[in-house]
C-alpha cells in the first residue's frame, strides 16, 4: 500500500473531476510580498480546513470531485514564456474536461492575465474584488506587471473593493457593481481586497471576510466558469492570507452547488 499525502483525500482525474486546482507561482512582477509561495500554503490550509459550510448547510468535499494538478513551472523572469505555459496548461484542461471548474492559485495577479488570454475567444465578464485597479501604462517601464494586468484584459471588468488608484488611472470607467452582468463570469480575488497584512501589496480599510462573502454569494448567482485568488503572501503553515484564501474557494463552492 502507498501513503501519499494529497491536498484532498481522494483525488480524481481530470476526465471526471468537477474542480480542478492549478498553482501558479509566479510572482517575478511583485514589487511587495513575495507570493510564489501562495499555492503551498493555501493548499496546506486546504487540508485542514472544514468542509462543511454552515451557510449553504454543503460538505464541498463530498460535494464535488477534486483534481489537483500541481503547479504550472514558471520561467523565472520571463512572463512572455511562463504566460505561454499558462495558456498551454489551461488549454489542455479544457480538452480533457470541458465542463471543469478551475481554480488558480497565485502567484501575484499578472497570472490572471495569461489565464484570461487563455480563454478567448469566450465572451466573458470579469469580476476583479481588488484593492486596486491595476490598470497602470506601465510600472518601473515594464508594461506587464500585477499593476497593469487590468489594462490588458481581454474581456469586459467590474471592479469590487477598489480603494486606491494612482492619478493616471483615476476612477474613470470603473464599473463597481454586477448589475446587468449578460455574459458568463470569470472571478479573480486578489486578497488586498481584505484588511488583513500578509498579502503583496497591503491596503488600509479593506473589507471584512463576512462583508465579502455576501458579495461571492451575489457572484455565483451568474455562471461562474472560473476563479482565481492571488497576491496570497504566505510564508508559514497557519497564515492568514492563506487561511482566508482556502475558506473563499470553500464558500464559492458551496454557493455554486446551492
Known amino acids: 500500500m502507498l501513503y501519499l499525502r494529497k491536498t484532498f483525500g481522494y483525488e480524481h482525474p481530470l476526465e471526471e473531476a468537477d474542480v480542478v486546482l492549478i498553482g501558479i507561482p509566479w510572482d517575478f512582477s511583485q514589487t511587495g510580498f513575495p507570493t510564489r509561495y501562495g499555492p503551498l500554503f493555501i493548499r496546506e490550509a486546504l487540508r485542514n480546513v472544514v468542509g462543511y459550510d454552515t451557510e ?9 470531485k477534486f ?22 496548461t489551461v488549454k489542455s484542461i479544457f480538452e480533457v474536461n470541458p465542463k471543469v471548474f478551475p481554480v488558480f492559485l497565485g502567484g501575484d ?7 484570461l488570454n487563455s480563454l478567448k475567444p469566450r465572451k466573458l465578464t470579469i469580476v ?9 501604462k506601465d510600472f518601473l517601464g515594464e508594461r506587464y506587471s500585477h499593476f497593469t494586468w487590468a489594462r490588458h484584459a481581454p474581456f469586459e471588468i ?10 493616471e488611472e483615476g476612477s474613470k470607467g470603473l464599473k463597481g ?5 449578460r455574459n458568463p463570469v470569470y472571478l479573480t480575488i486578489d486578497l488586498d481586497v481584505l484588511e488583513t497584512s500578509d498579502v503583496g501589496t497591503p491596503e488600509p ?24 485568488i492571488v497576491e496570497c503572501g504566505a ?24
Not at 449553504?56 to 464535488?64: D, G, I, L, Q
Not at 467590474?158 to 492619478?167: A, D
Not at 508559514?236 to 482566508?244: C, L
Open 128 to 136: 476583479d474584488l481588488d484593492a486596486h485597479r491595476d490598470m497602470a
Open 158 to 167: 467590474r471592479q469590487i473593493g477598489i480603494r486606491s488608484f494612482t492619478k
Open 235 to 258: 510564508m508559514r503553515v497557519n497564515s492568514p492570507s492563506a487561511i482566508i484564501a482556502a475558506n473563499l474557494i470553500k464558500k464559492v463552492l458551496g454557493f455554486r452547488k446551492k
Open 205 to 228: 480599510g479593506g473589507m471584512g471576510f463576512v462583508e465579502l462573502t455576501k458579495i461571492l454569494k451575489q457572484v455565483c448567482k451568474h455562471k461562474l466558469i472560473g476563479m482565481d
Open 67 to 88: 483534481c489537483d494538478l500541481g503547479d504550472v513551472e514558471v520561467v523565472p523572469g520571463n512572463w512572455k514564456l511562463t504566460e505561454g505555459r499558462i495558456r498551454d
Open 177 to 181: 457593481d454586477l448589475k446587468n452582468i
Open 109 to 115: 495577479h499578472l497570472v490572471t492575465l495569461g489565464i
Open 56 to 64: 449553504t448547510k454543503t460538505n464541498v468535499f463530498e460535494a464535488f
